[in-house]
């Protein structure tokens, strides 16, 4: 059914909102407030529907008209670059002010504009495309998934990453195309580099019970010579991963060439990035967020840094701030053996690391804050209630929706919001980060 609307508002997602008396609130991929369009509605439901644009009859202001990517309409990794960014930026700021009205979450102060990017594009340090066999001619596709389908879309050219993974995938999948690779045996292809571009690694990711010696010997020769090409590849490994879940990585990394990481320069410190480290994919963005945190944190300080990782911000903060007891905490392993491994890198001898789940971690320190960077779900309400008597939490978060969430169910042990600053990470998604800081 083909209807008419005017879009009015962006949802907290890829869709813009308009209103239908009779069908409720519509969803319409691809819109931009202002927009006046004709949709067809493919998804009905109680209340609200989803719909796809069918004619564009009047464009808004709003409206980018350039878009540097070709295919940013069907493909789903960014979903606002029909927008004008400094739009972008407002629609993420109106999503987090809504979010919190929902939440009945008050402030006493102005929630501030999103800290976004002098040049959005180019940001991203790290892909990972999922890949696919065409049996009937042997060639390679790598990209990304078209929007709510499992369609591979074979990506040449992608305007938010680093130029660099563009020329080494085109010239990858040349080596690997007719190489008689069976479909489903390479699940993913990994790039990540230094924010110089100066250092890459390659990680290929397959499934160990389809791999036989002749096909790990091509793989192992398709990454030497590519690597032979490029002279900033200064790793390459085979990762093992034969789950049947959308977890990318497995537990075994086999390292083909290198030491295993690549090394990058974060403000005062050098880290050490393997293929399963976690790092932010928008090395200048994060560095905002560590800055900001850093206002909150004084000498002396007794620091929980729950979800630590690699130990990205203990590190930073150690490394810039004097007299601080740090104690991280990781569930992985090998995040921990990273930390403890950067710490020595920079000389930083006022960090513990911690291998353990937050959720079960009882063997808590005297602290003065806590800093939690949890997953895109947020924090467990056990986790929560651990941070009842915490004098002050510096929540980091990519999700808002969680993180307003949080935040209310905090506000019972008698915190309040002090601080928020939303910074936008991924420019052209609906996704942005945010640092929140409640005290009692």
């Excluded at 464009?59 to 960014?85: F, N, V």
């Excluded at 050490?272 to 480290?277: A, H, N, P, V």
Aim: hydrophobic share 35%; proline share 4%.
């Amino acid at each position: 059914m083909k209807s008419k609307y005017k879009v009015v508002a962006m949802a907290n997602g890829a869709h813009g909102i308009a209103k239908d008396p009779e069908q409720g609130t519509v969803f319409i991929e691809n819109a931009c407030p202002g927009d006046e369009l004709e949709a067809e509605i493919y998804d009905q439901r109680k209340g609200f529907a989803f719909a796809s644009i069918t004619d564009l009859t009047q464009a808004s202001d709003l409206r980018e008209t350039d878009a540097p990517c070709k295919i940013h309409k069907i493909c789903g990794s960014c979903q606002w670059q029909h927008i004008k960014y400094d739009e972008q930026l407002n629609f993420k700021k109106q999503n987090l002010l809504d979010l919190m009205q929902q939440n009945n979450i008050e402030t006493s102060f102005e929630i501030p504009n999103l800290i976004g990017m002098s040049k959005p594009w180019n940001y991203r340090n790290k892909v990972i495309y999922p890949v696919e066999i065409v049996q009937e001619t042997g060639r390679v596709k790598a990209g990304y998934f078209r929007r709510n389908s499992n369609e591979l879309i074979n990506i040449k050219y992608c305007p938010i990453q680093y130029t660099l993974f563009d020329e080494v995938m085109m010239g990858l999948k040349e080596l690997m195309d007719t190489r008689g690779y069976p479909n489903k045996l390479i699940r993913h292809i990994m790039l990540r580099s230094n924010s110089d571009n100066t250092e890459l690694l390659i990680s290929m990711i397959v499934r160990k019970e389809k791999l036989n010696k002749e096909f790990k010997n091509k793989i192992k020769s398709d990454l030497r010579k590519i690597q032979e090409e490029y002279k900033q590849i200064k790793t390459t490994s085979i990762n093992y991963n034969d789950l049947s879940t959308n977890v990318i990585l497995g537990d075994e990394t086999e390292i083909i060439s290198g030491e295993g990481f690549i090394t990058e320069s974060l403000g005062d410190i050098k880290l050490e990035l393997s293929s399963t480290s976690f790092f932010q994919v928008n090395t200048e963005q994060f560095l905002k967020v560590i800055d900001l945190i850093k206002k909150h944190i004084k000498p002396g300080d007794r620091i929980l840094d729950l979800y630590c990782g690699i130990g990205t911000i203990s590190l930073s903060l150690a490394k810039s701030i004097t007299d601080l007891k740090l104690h991280g905490v990781e569930v992985v392993a090998a995040a921990i053996v990273n930390a403890k491994r950067n710490a020595e890198l920079n000389g930083i001898a006022n960090t513990e690391f911690i291998e353990a789940k937050v959720e079960d971690w009882d063997e808590i320190p005297e602290h003065d804050a806590v800093i939690v960077n949890p997953p895109r779900k947020g924090c467990t309400n056990k986790v929560l209630d651990k941070l009842a008597e915490t004098p002050k939490v510096i929540y980091v978060s990519c999700n808002p929706a969680t993180l307003t969430r949080d935040i209310k169910y905090l506000e019972q042990f008698g915190f309040k919001l002090s601080y928020l600053q939303p910074v936008d990470m991924f420019p052209h998604s609906f996704h942005f980060e945010n640092l929140a800081v409640l005290e009692r």
